[in-house]
């Protein structure tokens, strides 16, 4: 499997942007793909998960109520909106084969390469 994400960008304190991870190769009935993001000199985090083929979602308290993720055959979206500089990250998309929302990260079988989200104040 291999995730091809993107629509990261520059964008003021308040801003949205629409992050896309696009899936291709294998595919499998029943599977998950999370978003998760790291910032400078933090640790990967979290930000949230949709699954196949019942759309369910979860998503980490700090972004509730601001990001959307959503999903299309094998494309991912993260709607990031009312965005904060904290929110600064380089945002990755992920996928497993596995019915399990809240897998850690380690747990991931696919990640795709990353997109660089910056939130000027």
């Known amino acids: 499997v291999q995730l091809q994400a993107s629509g990261g960008g520059l964008v003021q304190a308040g801003g949205s942007l629409r992050l896309s991870c696009a899936a291709s190769?294998?595919?499998?009935?029943?599977?998950?793909m999370g978003w998760f993001r790291q910032a400078p000199e933090k640790e990967r985090e979290f930000v949230a998960v949709?699954?196949?083929?019942?759309?369910s979602t979860r998503y980490a308290d700090s972004v509730k109520g601001r990001f959307a993720i959503s999903r299309d055959n094998a494309t991912s979206y993260l709607q990031t909106n009312s965005l904060k500089p904290e929110d600064t990250a380089v945002y990755y998309c992920a996928a497993d084969p596995t019915p399990r929302m809240l897998i850690p990260g380690r747990a991931y079988d696919y990640w795709g390469q990353g997109t660089l989200v910056t939130v000027s104040s």
């Open positions: 190769g294998r595919t499998f009935s029943n599977w998950i």
């Open positions: 949709i699954r196949w083929p019942d759309s």
